[in-house]
């Protein structure tokens, strides 16, 4: 049995991470691996609840900390029941965000430090990691205007944040791609769709067996 690959897209608002998973899937599922397309938060029955619980209603429906906590308590769920099941299948995941989304939106403005995300991460799911990660990277101007088409002015309870917010969390992710360059990709999300999935893939290609 060829061992499972977990792979995760991460991004800021409108970069064309979901648009990416899906074809990554498709892309894998032609060279025939069994994937499991799923995304954070949510990916499993009751983390879909927790997720509907964190992206709905107002900026101060949560705490800063109980946020980051529900994060943690929904990845665990997602964890435990479908990502490393599939992994020990021999299977490959791709997930639209996994960790290092709470890294780069949950530490905003000192809310809580790398150290404090890790360890929630360590007591729910058992530290796993992704073995690859890419995060889509588009100028602001670009991915604000896609995502506002795309919500319609209706954004999420985090999506909706301002400016200063999304760039902060923009300067996070290239911090952790920076201290993590053998797991972790920056993409250039400017270019077709087909040209970045064709990217992801030769990136791939040393955990493909
Ligand atoms: P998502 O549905 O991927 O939103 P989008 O398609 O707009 O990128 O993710 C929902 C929101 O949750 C998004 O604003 C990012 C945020 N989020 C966190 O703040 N921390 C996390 O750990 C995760 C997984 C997502």
Request: proline residues 3%; hydrophobic residues 40%; charged residues 30%.
């Amino acid at each position: 049995m060829t061992p499972g690959r977990f792979i995760s897209l991460e991004g800021g608002e409108g970069t064309g991470k979901s648009t990416q998973a899906v074809a990554l899937a498709k892309m894998l599922e032609q060279k025939g691996y069994v994937v499991q397309l799923t995304r954070e938060p949510g990916g499993t029955s009751g983390a879909e609840i927790i997720r509907e619980m964190l992206l709905t209603g107002g900026e101060d429906k949560w705490d800063i900390r109980t946020e980051a906590l529900l994060f943690a308590a929904a990845r665990a769920e997602h964890s435990a029941k479908l990502i490393r099941p599939a992994l020990a299948r021999g299977e490959w995941v791709v997930c639209d965000r996994f960790i290092d989304s709470s890294r780069a939106y949950q530490s905003v403005n000192g809310a809580l430090s790398d150290e404090e995300i890790m360890e929630l991460h360590r007591v729910g799911s058992d530290r796993l990691m992704p073995d690859r990660t890419f995060i889509l990277d588009l100028p602001k101007a670009v991915a604000s205007k896609r995502a506002a088409a795309r919500d319609r002015g209706g954004s999420d309870r985090i999506g909706g944040r301002d400016s200063a917010y999304h760039r902060a969390v923009m300067a996070n992710f290239r911090q952790l791609a920076a201290d993590e360059p053998e797991r972790i990709r920056m993409i250039d999300a400017a270019q077709s769709v087909e040209s970045i999935t064709a990217t992801l893939v030769q990136n791939l290609g040393d955990l493909m067996s």
